[in-house]
Nanobody, 124 residues
Framework: QVQLVESGGGSVQAGGSLRLACAAS????????MGWFRQAPGTQREGVTR????????VYAAPVRGRFTISQDNAKNTVYLQMDSLKPEDSAMYYC?????????????????WGQGTQVTVSS
């Protein structure tokens, strides 16, 4: 059974950094399309970043490009999201996702498993 467990959320001031972790079981992160989404209250869940199998390509959504970095530790079977230069508008629940395929963008229909989410709050 596939499980994704996020950690690392919290509260930080604008300009600060956080690192989220997504520990996976039941799949291998290095051969799976993995990614992160976020959802703020009253908004739709939006894709933040995804990494193709074997790290052959990484895609970032425009609002986070240049500030967020996705990476993975294959030995720990864990995916990370390093978030720097955080802004209040980055405040949201962040979800780790395992995709069935990376090639169709951030469509939720292609997410085979979601994590439970971790809250990120950025104050001004």
């Amino acid at each position: 059974q596939v499980q994704l467990v996020e950690s690392g959320g919290g509260s930080v001031q604008a300009g600060g950094s956080l690192r989220l972790a997504c520990a996976a079981s039941g799949l291998a992160v290095d051969t799976t399309c993995m990614g992160w989404f976020r959802q703020a209250p009253g908004t739709q869940r939006e894709g933040v970043t995804r990494i193709y199998p074997n790290g052959e390509k990484i895609v970032y959504a425009a609002p986070v490009r240049g500030r967020f970095t996705i990476s993975q530790d294959n030995a720990k079977n864990t995916v990370y999201l390093q978030m720097d230069s955080l802004k209040p508008e980055d405040s949201a629940m962040y979800y780790c996702a395992a995709f069935s395929t990376c090639i169709y963008g951030f469509g939720s229909a292609f997410v085979r498993r979601w994590g439970q989410g971790t809250q990120v709050t950025v104050s001004s």
